[in-house]
């Protein structure tokens, strides 16, 4: 049996080869002055039959335990250009969506304006990934739009082709 310590560094610079889309989670209570939202690399289609999906979120994140509080969120796949968005819903500031363009969804979840594509799901489960959350959600509606999405490939952000041309 092998048994080894891999290096956190060494296992980001090796997990980093693999480009991974830019997906905004959103989500707003009742009772809420403004959305809250969060990044993840991590979403990606579960089942056709029935339809689901599911992201990974670290336990540390402060915003996730309010997205989740909404019930439904808007996963909003962004688009290439929409860099300042992923950075306004990666910071620790109170009103992420300050200077966020959004509307919102049919199901009542905030929707990135511009967005590559979204869809609006509600949570079923949650298991235990190590220093993260597992999410599984049900899709409830969703659409793709044009254009190319934003990727995460070695440390940047850009479109596919922008990304593959440096």
């Known amino acids: 049996m092998l048994t080894s310590t891999i290096d956190q560094a060494h296992y980001r610079n ?6 991974t889309g830019v997906v905004a989670l959103s989500g707003i209570t009742a009772d809420a002055e403004f959305p809250c939202g969060l990044v993840v690399g991590t979403f990606q289609s579960l089942s ?3 339809p689901l999906v599911s992201f ?3 336990h540390t994140s402060t915003s996730w335990p309010k997205v989740r509080a909404a019930g439904r ?3 909003s796949v962004l688009s ?3 860099e300042s968005v992923c950075r306004a819903l990666s910071s620790k500031q109170p009103n992420k969506f300050a200077d966020i363009d959004w509307s919102l969804s049919e199901a009542g979840s905030p929707r ?7 869809v609006d799901c509600e949570v079923t489960h ?6 993260h959350v597992i999410v599984i959600a049900r899709v409830l509606q969703m659409d793709a739009g ?4 934003l990727v995460f490939h070695q440390g940047r952000l850009g479109g596919i082709r922008q990304l593959t041309a440096a």
């Open 14 to 19: 090796v997990m980093g080869n693999l480009p």
């Open 48 to 50: 056709l039959d029935p």
């Open 56 to 58: 990974s979120v670290a």
């Open 73 to 75: 969120l808007c996963a």
């Open 80 to 82: 290439a250009g929409q």
């Open 112 to 118: 990135i304006d511009g967005a590559h594509a979204f």
């Open 126 to 131: 949650e298991l235990d990934g190590g220093d």
């Open 146 to 149: 044009h254009g190319e999405p």
